[in-house]
């Protein structure tokens, strides 16, 4: 049998995992997990894909990449299933698979295609371990951006999404020290036949004039932003280390919905992070309907090694559990809100092969029958159907 590749995690370990099928390509008998390592439960998810992987193809070689490759290298080393590990850094380096030539990168097998264009973090967000499985932030020069984005569009994506650990720092070590507003209008530039752009998660400290500029008025540029935002209690953001205020954070969605009234926003939240008491914890449920998050990822805090979150004084579990329940139900009520908002609305959708497809401030449609992938076709929908527009 042919290489199998596992992807668990971001989207950039997705968009990397596409280049590895590539990469790896008539390679007989393997199996690459590339794991992810954010928090405990992706640990756990990581090492139940190993073991899946090995029960059902006993005879292959499997190799286990990612960042948890490199976070929970002895623990992964222990598993009897793993036969190796290729280190995150190089993974996409021919050398490191002892492939003699780089093969053709990979094409677009997905209606939405992902450009990494940057890599690992410079931060120090107390809670994080990202930048010790990802290393120091590095980006990928606009030419080669290019070249990335012209490789999808040949492949028939009808929508490119920038990916990157800590994307808003794109520009980072290349020469001028440009933003990533920058890169998006040399994206949109170069390919005037891109109908849509989409970005990955931003960290609203970052985000440049130029950026704000285009993710308000440019319509090839989504109007759906996905916001690194962790936490809505101000203690608790300084405690975790991030740079931004809950202020500050309510202040960009207000301008950027002032500006362009149909976005859509997303955010991270962390659930029962240490010292989270039941005031900070109702700041953070607050922020759900005040921003109008309606695409949200609940992460129940979980201490990991070698951070100084895991020093801090924990939470029990069952608090966690609970607090991360309650963000979850709020997020489903503010979302279900969003949804029925978005009735009786023209809705541009980009079709994929399952039958749904994306609008564009994200929310899934149901498409009638028949409509190929990759067509883009204007819907008013009429109900929600189990989450869907329909």
């Avoid at 264009?117 to 932030?137: E, K, L, M, Y």
């Avoid at 300084?238 to 950027?256: D, G, I, N, P, Y």
Wanted: positive net charge.
């Amino acid at each position: 049998m042919a290489v199998d590749v596992i992807s668990l995690g971001c989207r950039l370990n997705l968009s990397e995992s596409e280049e590895l099928r590539a990469l790896l390509a008539g390679e007989d008998a393997l199996v690459v997990v590339n794991s992810c390592a954010v928090t405990a439960e992706a640990v756990r998810q990581t090492r139940q894909a190993i073991r899946r992987a090995r029960r059902d193809r006993p005879d292959a070689r499997l190799l286990v990449t990612g960042c948890a490759a490199e976070v929970e290298r002895m623990a992964l080393a222990a598993m009897p299933e793993v036969d190796g590990f290729i280190a995150n850094a190089v993974k996409l380096d021919p050398r490191a698979w002892n492939v003699a030539t780089a093969r053709t990168p990979g094409t677009a097998t997905h209606t939405r295609a992902f450009a990494a264009v940057q890599n690992g973090c410079d931060h120090a967000c107390t809670f994080c371990v990202i930048p010790q499985g990802r290393g120091p932030s590095r980006s990928l020069a606009v030419p080669a951006v290019l070249r990335e984005v012209e490789r999808h569009l040949a492949a028939g994506a009808g929508e490119v999404v920038l990916t990157g650990v800590d994307l808003t720092s794109w520009g980072h070590g290349l020469p001028g020290e440009p933003r990533l507003g920058a890169l998006v209008e040399a994206i949109l530039n170069a390919f005037p036949a891109l109908g849509r752009l989409r970005l990955s998660s931003l960290d609203g400290i970052e985000i440049d004039p130029l950026l704000l500029d285009l993710l308000a008025s440019e319509p090839r540029v989504m109007p759906h932003i996905h916001l690194s935002l962790q936490h809505g209690d101000d203690l608790i953001l300084k405690r975790m280390k991030r740079r931004h205020s809950r202020a500050q954070a309510a202040a960009l969605v207000e301008t950027l919905r002032r500006r362009r009234p149909e976005i859509a926003f997303g955010a991270d939240l962390i659930a029962g992070f240490p010292t989270e008491d039941e005031a900070a914890h109702l700041a953070n449920l607050s922020l759900i309907a005040e921003l109008g998050l309606v695409h949200l990822h609940v992460f129940p805090y979980s201490a990991r090694s070698k951070t100084p979150a895991a020093r801090m004084p924990q939470l029990p579990h069952a608090t966690i559990r609970k607090r991360a329940a309650e963000l979850r139900q709020a997020a489903a009520t503010e979302r279900a809100r969003w949804l029925s908002s978005q009735l009786g609305h023209s809705h541009r959708v980009l079709a994929e092969r399952d039958g749904t497809g994306h609008a564009e401030n994200f929310a899934r449609v149901r498409l009638a029958p028949g409509i190929a992938a990759g067509t883009i076709v204007t819907v008013i929908p009429t109900r929600v159907e189990q989450g869907l527009l329909a």
